[in-house]
């Protein structure tokens, strides 16, 4: 189940956090624990504040938010992917391409 907290103090975040993992971990002590971060500090931070608060963080993912939907679409649709920014733009611009190339004198100004 997906459950989103937020706050602009991240500080405030740990306790419900914390207390999420321990129900979770409480009810099946062998599954792992996933929180989504933006980034590798925010992770470290997490860490040590959930292992502050309950004694121990184990058992804990981290993935970026990129990482994970592209394995959840994957276990849902094999056929589909997420595409970073770099591949986006190619397929842009590839459509861009075929779609264009028969109007090249409409577009000529642009060119130049």
Same mark, same amino acid.
């Given at each position: 189940?997906?459950? =989103?907290?937020?706050?602009?103090?991240?500080? !405030?975040?740990?306790?419900?956090?914390?207390? #999420?993992?321990?129900?979770?971990? @409480? &009810?099946?002590?062998?599954? $792992?624990?996933?929180?989504?971060?933006?980034? $590798?500090?925010? #992770?470290?931070?997490?860490?040590?504040?959930?292992? !502050?608060?309950?004694?121990?963080?184990?058992?804990?993912?981290?993935?970026?938010? @990129?990482?994970?939907?592209? $394995?959840? =679409?994957?276990?849902?649709?094999?056929? =589909?992917?997420? =595409?970073?920014?770099? #591949?986006? !733009?190619?397929?842009?611009? #590839? &459509?861009?391409?075929?779609?264009?190339?028969?109007?090249? @004198?409409?577009?000529?100004?642009?060119? @130049?």
């Amino acid at each position: 189940m997906l459950r =989103l907290h937020y706050s602009n103090r991240l500080e !405030e975040l740990v306790p419900p956090l914390a207390d #999420e993992i321990e129900k979770s971990q @409480r &009810c099946d002590p062998l599954a $792992r624990a996933t929180i989504i971060v933006p980034n $590798r500090v925010i #992770e470290e931070f997490l860490k040590l504040r959930v292992a !502050e608060r309950r004694g121990v963080a184990a058992n804990l993912g981290f993935p970026f938010l @990129r990482s994970y939907l592209a $394995r959840a =679409l994957a276990q849902a649709e094999p056929d =589909l992917r997420v =595409l970073d920014a770099d #591949e986006l !733009e190619l397929a842009i611009f #590839e &459509c861009l391409r075929g779609q264009l190339a028969g109007r090249a @004198r409409a577009f000529e100004p642009v060119r @130049r």
